[in-house]
Nanobody, 133 residues
Framework: QVQLVESGGGLVQAGGSLRLSCAAS??????????MGWFRQAPGKEREFVVA????????DYADSVKGRFTISRDNAKNTVYLQMNSLKPEDTAVYRC????????????????????????WGQGTQVTVSS
């Protein structure tokens, strides 16, 4: 069983920054072998893709709404993926969840399907990000 534990959410003023962390656990699961993704969902809205990054670093795709402001990164030694969020806007207010695919996708080549929720098997519990005006 794979668990993803997110942290780093909170309340911040518009223009501020937050860094979200997603720590993966599970004896045989190493994020260095998997594409990882971040999604968000605001009340009354559909789940929205934020960013996905391939395991080998060849491909990273950001939603247009966050491009230039958000950055995904990894610390493989800590089995942790991060989402650095800068220049935050009130429209960024949402519950943010990290996502990891199942073992069948280990070392998989990049796919645009990674920009959709159906690519992923494991999900974090979510961390709230609130951006005030």
């Amino acid at each position: 069983q794979v668990q993803l534990v997110e942290s780093g959410g909170g309340l911040v003023q518009a223009g501020g920054s937050l860094r979200l962390s997603c720590a993966a656990s599970g004896r045989t699961y190493s994020i260095s072998s998997y594409t990882m993704g971040w999604f968000r969902q605001a009340p009354g809205k559909e789940r929205e893709f934020v960013v996905a990054s391939s395991w080998n670093g060849d491909s990273t795709d950001y939603a247009d709404s966050v491009k230039g402001r958000f950055t995904i990164s990894r610390d493989n030694a800590k089995n942790t993926v991060y989402l650095q969020m800068n220049s935050l806007k009130p429209e960024d207010t949402a519950v943010y969840r990290c996502a990891a695919p199942g073992p069948s996708r280990r070392l998989s080549p990049w796919s645009r399907v990674a920009m959709t929720a159906r690519y992923y098997t494991y999900w974090g519990q979510g961390t709230q990000v609130t951006v005030s005006s």
